[in-house]
C-alpha cells in the first residue's frame, strides 16, 4: 500500500464570508486543486480534506485521493458564530480515524499538513483553548494559518501555527495569492517526503506580496 500525504484544509464559512469572499474562496480551491493535479509527486500521494466551520462544523470532504477529486462547492449562512474550536476537534478525530499509522512490516502515511482560514476569531473559546494543545500534539508536519480580512484575530492562530498569513482584504486576488501560496506548499511537502524527520513539510515556498507571514 504506497504512503499518502494527508492535507487538511479548515474554512470559515461563517455569514461574514458570504457573497465575494466565499466565492473566491471557491474560485482559490480550483485553482489549487488543478495545480496540484498537474505535479506528478503531488498526484501520486496527496490527499485531501475539507472541513468547514460558522456555526456548524462539517467535513465536507473526507481524506479523498488527489486524482479523483472533484473540489467541494462552499457555502455560507446569512449569519452565526465562528466554532473554530468545534472545527480543530472534529480535526483531530478525522486525522485519528483516517491517517494510517506505521505498523510492524509496514510504513505508515507522511505526516501530515494543516491549512486553517478564518476572517474573524473563534465564538466558542473554551473549546478552542481545549483543542489547541491536542492539535500541536497531533503530529503535523507543518500547521499554516491564514488571517482574512481586517477582523482577522491573527494571534489565535499563532496559538498552534507554525506560520501564519495576513491578508488585508477579502477580495478574489487576495484569495487567490493564498491558494496559490497553498498549492505550492502543498507541493513542496509531497517532494520532501524521505528527507530526514523534521524536515518533512518543514520549508515553504516564498509568499507573494499580496501575503504577508509571521512565525
Given at each position: 500500500m504506497s504512503r499518502r500525504l494527508p492535507v487538511y484544509l479548515l474554512i470559515d464559512t461563517s455569514g461574514s464570508?458570504?457573497?465575494e469572499p466565499i466565492q473566491a474562496v471557491n474560485n482559490g480551491i480550483l485553482t489549487m486543486?488543478?495545480?496540484?493535479?498537474?505535479?506528478?509527486?503531488?498526484?501520486?500521494?496527496?490527499?485531501?480534506?475539507?472541513?468547514?466551520?460558522?456555526?456548524?462544523?462539517n467535513e465536507v470532504m473526507a481524506l479523498s485521493p488527489l486524482d479523483t477529486l472533484t473540489p467541494?462547492?462552499?457555502?455560507?449562512?446569512?449569519?452565526?458564530?465562528?466554532?473554530?474550536?468545534?472545527a480543530l476537534e472534529k480535526l483531530i478525530a478525522s486525522v485519528g480515524r483516517d491517517v494510517r499509522k506505521t505498523?510492524?512490516?509496514?510504513?505508515?502515511?507522511?505526516?501530515?499538513?494543516?491549512f486553517v482560514m478564518t476572517?474573524?476569531?473563534?465564538?466558542?473559546?473554551?473549546?478552542?483553548?481545549?483543542?489547541v494543545p491536542?492539535?500541536?500534539?497531533?503530529?503535523?508536519?507543518?500547521?499554516?494559518?491564514?488571517?482574512?480580512?481586517?477582523?482577522?484575530?491573527?494571534?489565535?492562530?499563532?496559538?498552534?501555527?507554525?506560520?501564519?498569513a495576513l491578508l488585508d482584504t477579502l477580495d478574489s486576488a487576495g484569495f487567490s495569492q493564498?491558494?496559490?501560496?497553498?498549492?505550492?506548499?502543498?507541493?513542496?511537502?509531497?517532494?520532501s517526503q524521505g528527507a530526514p524527520a523534521g524536515e518533512q513539510g518543514g520549508a515553504l515556498p516564498p509568499p507573494p506580496e499580496e501575503i504577508k507571514v509571521v512565525i
Open positions: 464570508m458570504r457573497g486543486v488543478s495545480a496540484l493535479k498537474q505535479d506528478p509527486h503531488a498526484l501520486e500521494t496527496v490527499h485531501l480534506s475539507f472541513i468547514t466551520f460558522d456555526r456548524e462544523v467541494p462547492t462552499l457555502e455560507t449562512p446569512e449569519s452565526g458564530p465562528t466554532h473554530l474550536g468545534e505498523a510492524e512490516g509496514e510504513k505508515g502515511d507522511w505526516a501530515p499538513l494543516l476572517d474573524g476569531k473563534p465564538s466558542d473559546l473554551a473549546v478552542f483553548e481545549d483543542a491536542k492539535v500541536k500534539s497531533a503530529g503535523f508536519a507543518n500547521i499554516i494559518g491564514c488571517a482574512a480580512g481586517p477582523k482577522a484575530r491573527s494571534e489565535d492562530l499563532q496559538k498552534f501555527c507554525h506560520s501564519t493564498f491558494f496559490k501560496w497553498v498549492s505550492e506548499a502543498i507541493a513542496g511537502g509531497s517532494r
